[in-house]
């Protein structure tokens, strides 16, 4: 079997098509053997050391977080992935550590959050993209309190995204006010929660 045709089986295993060069050396196979395939047309080059199929969807928010491995989906992102929000987000949002600093980042259709490092891991979960590929994102009461405290998000936004929580029979309000607690949100999520329960 030729290098070729083991990044092609490689492929094949990949749901999402995509495949990276940390894979490609873990198989004992030269780099030089992706170039190729992208100079063929086999492959697109995603970003630095990340390869697509040419003839595969693109998973942007999938693929994106492959190149950012640290960035969490948030804010309005995550409310449109949660089913808390029906805008699509014209950019998607990523929330980093303070202190993680890419110079790719500038370049890319993101708006980037930090948070400090204790908070940075606080409710994450994954989710399936609408690609059907595992994505990180904060949960629904890390992200109600990150859009309420925070400033960019669309007020009617906001508001949609509070009245259908308060309606919402799964609704985890301990959970909610202790995020709140945490994040220095408790008066603005009290005051929702007042008006709407």
């Known amino acids: 079997m030729t290098d070729k045709e083991k990044i092609k089986d490689l492929l094949d295993m990949s749901e999402s098509g995509s495949?990276?060069?940390?894979?490609?050396?873990?198989?004992?196979?030269?780099?030089?053997?992706?170039?190729?395939?992208?100079?063929?047309?086999?492959?697109?080059?995603?970003?630095?050391?990340i390869y697509v199929k040419s003839d595969t969807w693109e998973d942007d928010l999938y693929l994106l977080q492959?190149?950012?491995?640290?960035g969490i989906y948030s804010h309005d992102t995550a409310l449109y992935l949660l089913g808390y929000s029906d805008r699509t987000p014209a950019h998607y949002t990523m929330t980093f550590p303070k202190g993680y600093h890419a110079q790719t980042l500038k370049g890319e259709n993101l708006i980037v959050k930090r948070t400090v490092p204790e908070f940075y891991l606080l409710g994450v979960i994954e989710v399936n993209s609408p690609s059907g590929n595992l994505i990180r994102i904060y949960d629904l009461e890390r992200t109600l309190c990150d859009i309420v405290r925070g400033?960019?998000?669309?007020i009617q936004?906001?508001?949609?995204?509070?009245?259908?929580?308060?309606?919402?029979?799964?609704?985890?309000?301990h959970r909610l006010m202790q995020y709140a607690e945490r994040l220095r949100a408790k008066t603005k999520i009290m005051r929702y929660m007042e008006i709407l329960l």
Request: proline share 0%; charged share 25%.
């Open 66 to 70: 492959q190149k950012y491995c640290r």
């Open 151 to 154: 400033s960019g998000s669309d």
């Open 157 to 173: 936004i906001v508001n949609g995204a509070m009245k259908q929580y308060a309606a919402d029979r799964n609704r985890d309000i």
């Open 19 to 49: 495949i990276t060069t940390r894979q490609v050396t873990a198989a004992g196979i030269h780099r030089s053997v992706l170039t190729e395939l992208t100079e063929e047309g086999i492959l697109n080059r995603y970003g630095r050391g």
